[in-house]
């Protein structure tokens, strides 16, 4: 089993910065790709940033340039970066993690960005 525990989301200005933090504990071992999804009232689950075991990134166009993941494996930590933030961000973020064949979500975060 693996735990995910979000931080770091709250209400920012549109142009402006947050930082998303993910705790991974349990078997945190073994797992390939952690990263975050975020969802919208009323829209589907996307992906935001993931990383996996050998750091290589992923990032949706919609967010490329503007945020960025990272990790602290010496933490367990995940953290993702937002800068020049749009109100069209306003989301719930997850983190995320698989660990072969199994899923893990965190409890998520609220992010808005007011115009």
């Known amino acids: 089993q693996v735990q995910l525990v979000e931080s770091g989301g709250g209400l920012v200005q549109a142009g402006g910065s947050l930082r998303l933090s993910c705790a991974a504990s349990g078997s945190t071992f073994s797992i390939n790709v952690i990263g975050w999804y975020r969802q919208a009232p009323g829209k589907k689950r996307e992906l935001v940033a993931a990383?996996?075991?050998?750091?290589?990134?992923n990032y949706p166009d919609s967010v490329k340039g503007r945020f960025t993941i990272s990790r602290d494996n010496a933490k367990s930590t995940v953290y993702l970066q937002m800068n020049s933030l749009k109100p069209e961000d306003t989301a719930v973020y997850y983190c995320h993690a698989n660990r072969g064949p199994e899923v893990y979500w965190g409890q998520g975060t609220q992010v808005t960005v007011s115009s």
């Open positions: 990383i996996n075991i050998d750091g290589i990134t």
